[in-house]
């Protein structure tokens, strides 16, 4: 059962006032130009409760890159819209080397090892694209954010994607990987530039939070996945959700979650709570150094790890 709201907000300020004193609080995404600039002693956390009740702390209002995290949503399109077919392209195992590798890919003849790793990623925008063209395949994934947070104000930075399209050369390369192995349906310009601007979303801690309420299984109105893919996608963001973190992050943490090298983690807590954390400075695997942190320090305080029972 969910403890009651003044805990969770002696928590949150407790983990708000840590992660303000820490000295050490990771490496921004230099690689990425419109990263780099990111002030990294930002740092928010929010959390949504089963009963409809928002709790915040630190920077909760300013808009942030999501990167990677944007992956949840566009993985729930695609399911909704080709099932089992989609895993005939896209693997459901961990990956064993960087997010963004080149060998593994090879390895692998072309089928991504998961829908989280880069390469997955662009296999399931281009699943996305079927039938569309980029501009109508982002207004979906728009929409469909958008909805999943009740918020219509979220908006794509467009000089994110311009940044991320242009530095993005180990992404081109892995779509002509894809291609070279005939799992790409289009072209890597099409499939590529929708997938840097649905990395490029902007959103607010608050506002990603309450996105990954329909995760969590909470009743947020219209049913945007059914529940089958629902408990998938929380079992690949516990398993893959970190790339080569993932394991650690599941040792400290124990929740379903997704990351991005803007500094942001959307974690769930299934039938109690969805959080987000925004913290810019990285780990070594390219993970919030502070957010993992600050999950860690809220899960074990609530009991919320899906490890331990109750």
């Not at 989280?116 to 207004?139: C, R």
Request: net charge neutral; charged share 20%.
């Amino acid at each position: 059962m969910v403890r009651n709201e003044r805990s969770v907000e002696g928590v949150l300020e407790r983990i708000f006032r840590s992660a303000k004193a820490t000295k050490t609080k990771g490496d921004v995404a230099k690689y990425i130009p419109e990263l780099a600039s990111v002030d990294p002693d930002r740092f928010a956390i929010s959390v949504c409760l089963s009963d409809g009740r928002q709790l915040s702390a630190g920077d909760v209002s300013t808009p942030f890159s999501i990167q990677s995290v944007s992956k949840v949503f566009t993985l729930a399109i695609a399911l909704g819209r080709r099932g089992e077919s989609f895993w005939q392209r896209v693997g459901r195992e961990p990956s064993t080397n960087a997010f963004n590798s080149l060998q593994e890919l090879e390895v692998r003849q072309g089928i991504p090892s998961n829908p989280f790793v880069n390469a997955g990623a662009i296999v399931t925008t281009d699943t996305i694209l079927a039938g569309s063209s980029p501009a109508e395949a982002l207004a979906e994934i728009l929409l469909f954010v958008q909805t999943a947070a009740s918020d219509s104000g979220i908006r794509i930075d467009p000089s994110v994607a311009e940044s991320e399209k242009l530095s993005g050369h180990k992404n081109w390369a892995l779509a002509h990987v894809l291609a070279a192995y005939d799992n790409l349906a289009h072209s890597c310009e099409l499939t590529l530039g929708t997938y840097f601007h649905h990395c490029a979303i902007a959103m607010t801690c608050e506002q990603l939070a309450r996105s990954g309420r329909f995760l969590a299984g909470f009743d947020t109105g219209p049913q945007l996945v059914r529940a089958s893919s629902v408990r998938l996608i929380n079992a690949l963001m516990l398993t893959c959700g970190h790339y080569n973190g993932s394991g650690e992050f599941a040792y400290r943490v124990g929740l379903p979650a997704k990351s991005g090298v803007g500094g942001a983690i959307l974690a769930i807590v299934p039938g109690k709570a969805s959080i987000a954390t925004w913290a810019p400075g990285l780990d070594s695997n390219g993970n919030s150094l502070l957010g993992t942190a600050a999950l860690e320090e809220l899960s074990h305080a609530m009991g919320w790890s899906v490890f331990v029972r109750g």
